[in-house]
């Protein structure tokens, strides 16, 4: 087996790459342009996944990024992504974090739900052991789990532009 990172690239700009094009050991991309329709994007998203996770094990970093489709949830498709390392939902319409949404991916490093409509996160975050960046911000997150102090890589946390009121803002650090 080679020393070279595979990596998997899956956006959602990416035009006219099939699953076929994906060679180990380089860095490609496959997808298809999104529609505006949310139906036919979660459609799209979908079998975005399904193209890749045929890849999956040949790829060592996988990156999704389903920016500004509209999504009204987490595409339930990711529970069968555990290599995924870098995920953005950036801009969508996501309301809620599955319960067990870090438990399917537990190689998740970088994770970014910048700018959706989010109100709470799982207490099951605090499960988690490879998350080192998590982007929250402007969401509508009022209350952040006392379980975010469990996660031992976490050393990026955007909350800005949420009107988090716990723990208070005068709360520097937990002893």
């Excluded at 991916?105 to 207490?123: E, G, M």
Aim: charged content about 25%.
């Amino acid at each position: 087996m080679s020393s070279a990172v595979s990596v998997c690239h899956v956006t959602s700009t990416a035009i006219g790459r099939h699953s076929d094009d994906i060679e180990s050991g380089s860095e490609e991309q496959a997808g298809s342009e999104l529609g505006d329709s949310s139906d036919s994007n979660d459609h799209v998203v979908e079998a975005t996944i399904g193209r890749v996770e045929q890849r999956e094990a040949h790829a060592r970093i996988i990156t999704l990024d389903v920016t500004n489709k509209h999504l009204k949830e987490v595409p339930k498709t990711l529970k069968n992504f555990r290599n995924i390392e870098f995920l953005y939902l950036t801009t969508n319409d996501i309301r809620t974090i599955p319960d067990d949404f870090f438990r399917y991916l537990p190689s998740l490093k970088w994770l970014d739900f910048r700018f959706n409509k989010l109100v709470k996160l799982p207490t099951a975050i605090g499960e988690h052991r490879q998350l080192r960046t998590l982007l929250l911000q402007g969401n509508k997150i009022t209350h952040l789990p006392v379980e975010l102090g469990n996660i031992p890589n976490l050393t990026g946390l955007n909350i800005s532009q949420n009107p988090v009121d716990y723990p208070p803002k005068t709360v520097d650090r937990v002893l």
